[in-house]
């Protein structure tokens, strides 16, 4: 089993910038691709961004492209969101989620395990 603990959510005005972190533990040998997904109110939750279990490839949804940078640093086991010039329209709740390598891996029923999420507000 692997347990994921997302953090690092809160309340930013449009324009500002935010780092979420996802903090993995359990079977942490095995190797795991990572994702970020997002659910706003009333919506489905969509991916947002997948990094392999090596870090060396990186993908993005193109909404936020540009903007947003994923990253992990295996030695604390730990990944991370860092979220620039966010809009209104970022606010959802954000989840990691991570898998052995599928294809696609931007689909949510292709991840074995999820964090419970954590909120981010973008205020206009």
């Known amino acids: 089993q692997v347990q994921l603990v997302e953090s690092g959510g809160g309340l930013v005005q449009a324009g500002d910038s935010l780092t979420l972190s996802c903090m993995v533990s359990g079977r942490t040998s095995r190797t795991y691709d990572m994702n970020w997904f997002r659910q706003a109110p009333g919506k489905e939750r969509e991916f947002v961004a997948h990094?392999?279990?090596?870090?060396?490839?990186?993908d993005y949804a193109d909404s936020v492209k540009g903007r947003f940078t994923i990253s992990r640093d295996s030695a604390k086991n730990t990944m991370y969101l860092q979220m620039n010039s966010l809009k209104p329209e970022d606010t959802a709740v954000y989840y990691c989620?991570?898998?052995?390598?599928?294809?696609?891996?931007?689909?949510?029923?292709?991840?074995?395990?999820w964090g419970k999420g954590t909120l981010v507000t973008v205020s206009s």
């Open positions: 989620a991570a898998s052995p390598t599928k294809d696609p891996y931007y689909s949510t029923f292709n991840m074995d395990y």
């Open positions: 990094i392999t279990w090596s870090g060396d490839s990186t």
